[in-house]
């Protein structure tokens, strides 16, 4: 019996009891591997001597101070560390508990900015479809997540169209080269800029590499260069969601590194603290903070936990710990033969579509039938069937539903800790086929 409100109502989960390293272990005593981090947080795995010696200095010293009063060290040192050297021009941060409330945060800032430069008028934002972008109210209006949608639709803001995603899988014309591909989908954006009025469009948000709801979609080359200079000629801000692909996750601390642009907000979250302390956050352009301090001076926002002392301090550990011990080298070693890995297990696969990623952040897509790329009937639940054979051979991964359109498509994904091991990444590829294999034998 249990009197917490569980993710599935019907079915208690194991109790997780202790955590070292890579690894977990239920209150049965059963081991798995940490091999999607949770859900791409557990960035140093479990049990990190730094941080938890830097969490229990903090709580010694100072557990919290209201930001109407106080800041915190902690959560100075932190924005020091993040934008202090003003990377792409960021030179602020914003400090929360989740993605969600970055994102929050995110639209609000992008809000403000065109109040205090005297646009009011600007009041839409454009997303993609089959996005994710958080669970609050306005971070789920701005998502595209068709089936996380659905039941609130009702109660949505209006303020947010989508257009398609960067899916070559399944959206490349036959014969369209990326650039072609990439052009297309720049003349979409611009068609919903002209829908909208481009004097009405607040900012362009997109998960710089699409999250669990796409399954580690990574942009064409060229691709958000096309999308930002739509938005620039428009005056629009681009907001880029790192909550999952950010952080060192993809092998550059921010994952926009690799995409040729800056952002002018951008939201971070799991890595940032990896799972020790809940945080999340924003991180700010110049030009958008030097608006509001000649403006009105103020963010109109805040929460009561925003740049917690203690959730501060887990972070700046985490962080020190990613540049002391040159872990996005080891993201990126580690990343290249987990898609070697996968590539040699599943690549020839008769159910598996596309097996894509970056970094340590991969997901494989499941198909009923290669050659036509035809789903499995979604009553099947074939990534949750994945799942529960991966855990029972000791592998922790992450499924998802609806890849397509919120319905139809399986995919799952690995996102292991930035410590694993080549033996570690072995383990993780083979428990997983064989996962893979028994969740679609006879279907």
Not at 48 to 56: E, G, I, L, T, W
Not at 201 to 206: D, E
């Amino acid at each position: 019996m249990t009197h917490i409100v569980h993710r599935n109502l019907r079915e208690a989960p194991p109790i997780a009891a202790s955590g070292r390293g890579i690894w977990l272990r239920d209150a049965s005593g059963h081991e798995v591997i940490d091999g999607s981090g949770g859900a791409a947080v557990a960035c140093l795995g479990h049990g990190h001597p730094h941080v938890v010696a830097a969490m229990k200095a903090q709580i010694d010293r100072l557990c919290y101070a209201h930001t109407a009063l106080f800041t915190a060290e902690s959560a100075e040192r932190l924005a020091d560390m993040l934008v202090g050297h003003a990377p792409g021009g960021l030179t602020h941060a914003y400090f929360v508990s989740s993605g969600s409330e970055g994102m929050e945060a995110a639209l609000k800032i992008a809000r403000q900015w065109v109040i205090e430069a005297g646009q009011p008028q600007r009041t839409k934002f454009i997303a993609r479809r089959q996005s994710y972008h958080g669970n609050t109210l306005g971070a789920l209006a701005a998502g595209g997540n068709a089936m996380r949608r659905a039941p609130y639709a009702p109660i949505l803001s209006d303020a947010f169209s989508h257009v398609s995603p960067c899916y070559p899988y399944r959206d490349r014309h036959d014969g369209e080269s990326d650039a072609d591909y990439v052009a297309r989908l720049a003349a979409e954006l611009e068609a919903e800029f002209q829908r909208l009025g481009p004097q009405n469009v607040i900012a362009f948000c997109a998960e710089t590499i699409v999250g669990a709801t796409l399954g580690c979609a990574t942009a064409l080359p060229g691709y958000f260069p096309a999308m930002k200079a739509v938005c620039e000629r428009h005056g629009a801000l681009l907001i880029l969601d790192e909550v999952m692909s950010g952080m060192g996750r993809s092998g550059t601390l921010h994952a926009w590194e690799q995409e040729g642009v800056t952002p002018d907000i951008q939201v971070i979250a799991k890595g940032l603290g990896g799972g020790y302390q809940p945080i999340g956050g924003i991180l700010v352009h110049g030009r958008v903070i030097e608006a509001l301090t000649k403006g009105s001076g103020t963010f109109k926002h805040g929460h009561t936990y925003q740049a917690h002392p203690v959730a501060c301090a887990a972070a700046l550990a985490v962080q020190e710990v990613i540049r002391d011990e040159n872990l996005l080298d080891n993201v990126k070693a580690m990343g290249a033969l987990l898609e070697q890995g996968l590539t040699e297990r599943l690549g020839n696969h008769a159910k598996v579509g596309d097996i894509r990623g970056r970094g340590l952040f991969w997901a494989v897509e499941l198909v009923k039938d290669r050659a036509s790329k035809a789903v499995f009937d979604p009553a099947l639940a074939v990534n949750e069937c994945v799942k529960k054979e991966a855990f029972q051979r000791g592998l922790a991964c992450y499924p998802m539903g609806g890849t397509i359109d919120g319905k139809h498509g399986d995919h799952v994904i690995l996102a292991p800790p930035y410590v694993c091991t080549g033996e570690e990444i072995g383990m993780i590829v083979e428990r997983f086929g064989d996962a893979v294999d028994a969740a679609v034998a006879g279907l």
